[in-house]
């Protein structure tokens, strides 16, 4: 088999183009590029010669990925199988690659370039589903639908403002994980135990080259690893998100309940191998089950900052599945997050009919406390619309069944009565807050859309 066809991390979940960043190649190459600039800092510091760049430079050609990891089999160890193969390729001239580094500052640094790429991908992806989030909320944000707490209806809101709530939560995810790559996307060229001790203060040169050529920031100090609080971090806020969609997916299951129904995927599918009548939330299924994959990872990658003094290996098994395997479950989380919102459909009837449902007790609050503003104690008042609201689960309206009582009919009129109890009153301010929610969205969009336009 081909080295380009392997993978790594094999997983049945996400695109090929994040799977590939995980791939033999590409992870060999991006040991190769830190090697490489490593050696520039080792000319500049001038340890390395000069003269035997360009003959590294084309004998790392000739690399075969999956050489590497066959000599790994015997040396059980893979940036040592890199750098033995490169010396064997290499000549003469290989002898200081490698020159003063311990494996992880290859390691860790080439984390660093393939976390670079993939939260690239996973921002873009979050940015477009974001944008899809806020056009719904702006088409839909007049439409009526009833509010549910408790999984009980409670006081209207509208969809819009259902979208907007979830279209202000990711762009907090958004931020987060732009927040998170300042102290996780950095170099660490410190050798053994973190005091450059074969560089001396020649080390710091090396640094600063490696740095310029790979575009990153060196991490002030470390020990043998980069701290893992960074990987930590980044697990927790990929956890995070996985939990946002997940709910949002939760979101689109319960309400296209056939007793429900004001959200349906509309996909042409085989709903049910049995039951031909089956419209089933497929997509919205898979990100919530993904969920539960990707939450999972978040407590190994906390149980990895706990490392023996200036570090032990217990990080490294760990880290080869949980960080391609999370970032990949993500990708494939927002892909479908993606498409669930291409294929959604609002049925309004369906909403309104739900309004409908209580006949009007979902207005209780409203009620309540337009009498507390006419002179009435809470407490009262609280014990007086609770009797409005078993009358209108014998058949009749709240309305009518508080215009039916003298002790309301003489401080409320119908017309106030039918104002209050209508959706529009109660979402009035709803479209002043979905813009406010945009408002900061779009912010976070702009700043993350120009980090962005290097990837």
């Known amino acids: 088999m081909e080295a380009k066809h392997v993978c790594v991390f094999e997983w049945r979940y996400g695109t090929e183009e994040m799977k590939r960043l995980f791939n033999v190649e ?3 190459s991006k040991y190769v590029e830190v090697e490489l600039a490593l050696y520039r800092g080792l000319i500049e510091a001038g340890i ?39 010396e064997e390729l290499c000549g003469e001239c290989g002898r200081y690659i490698h020159y003063g580094a311990t494996s992880y500052d290859i390691v860790d640094t080439a984390w660093a370039l393939i976390l670079r790429d993939a939260l690239c991908l996973v921002e873009k992806k979050l940015v477009a589903l974001i944008s899809g989030l806020e056009e719904l909320a702006k088409r839909y944000a007049e439409t009526p639908v009833v509010g549910r707490t408790h999984g009980q209806h409670a006081t209207p809101i509208t969809f819009g403002f259902k979208f907007a709530n979830y279209a202000y939560e990711l762009a ?14 950095k170099a660490k060229i410190s050798g053994s135990t973190g005091v450059m001790a074969v560089w001396g203060e020649k080390g710091l040169i090396i640094e600063e080259v490696v740095c310029r050529e790979l575009k990153l920031e060196p991490h002030l100090i470390s020990t043998q690893v980069a701290p893992r609080d960074g990987f930590a971090e980044l697990a927790s806020a990929l956890g995070i998100l996985a939990s946002q969609l997940d709910r949002f997916a939760l979101e689109v299951r319960e309400l296209s309940r056939t007793e429900i129904g004001e959200l349906y995927e509309s996909v042409e599918r085989v709903g049910s191998s049995a039951m031909p009548h089956k419209r089933n939330p497929v997509i919205a299924e898979r990100i919530s089950g993904l969920a539960k994959v990707a939450r999972s990872f978040v407590l190994v990658a906390l149980e990895n900052i706990p490392l023996m003094h200036e570090r032990d290996l217990t990080n490294s098994s760990s880290e080869r599945v949980w960080i391609p395997h999370l970032l990949l479950t993500i990708d494939q989380m927002l892909e479908d997050a993606y498409r669930l919102l291409s294929t959604l459909r609002v049925d309004e009837e369906a909403a309104k009919r739900n309004i409908d449902l209580t006949r009007g007790a979902v207005f209780s609050e409203l009620i309540l406390n337009k009498l507390v503003e006419r002179g009435w104690s809470r407490r009262e008042a609280y014990r007086v619309v609770r009797e409005l609201v078993d009358k209108t689960r014998r058949g009749e309206s709240i309305v009518d069944a508080a215009l039916g009582d003298p002790r309301l009919s003489k401080v409320l009129t119908r017309e106030e009565l039918e104002e209050i109890t209508s959706p529009q009153y109660a979402t009035r301010v709803a479209r002043v807050l979905i813009d406010r929610a945009l408002s900061y969205v779009e912010s976070i969009k702009k700043r993350v859309e120009l980090s962005l336009m290097g990837c």
């Open 26 to 28: 590409n992870v060999i």
């Open 172 to 185: 907090r995810a958004l931020e987060r994980l732009e927040d998170v790559k300042k102290r996780l996307i």
């Open 48 to 86: 390395a010669p000069v003269e035997c760049l360009e003959k590294i430079l084309e004998c790392v050609k000739a690399l075969n990925p999956r050489d590497v990891y066959e000599l790994e089999k015997a040396l059980g160890h893979d940036v040592a199988s890199l750098v033995f193969r490169l």
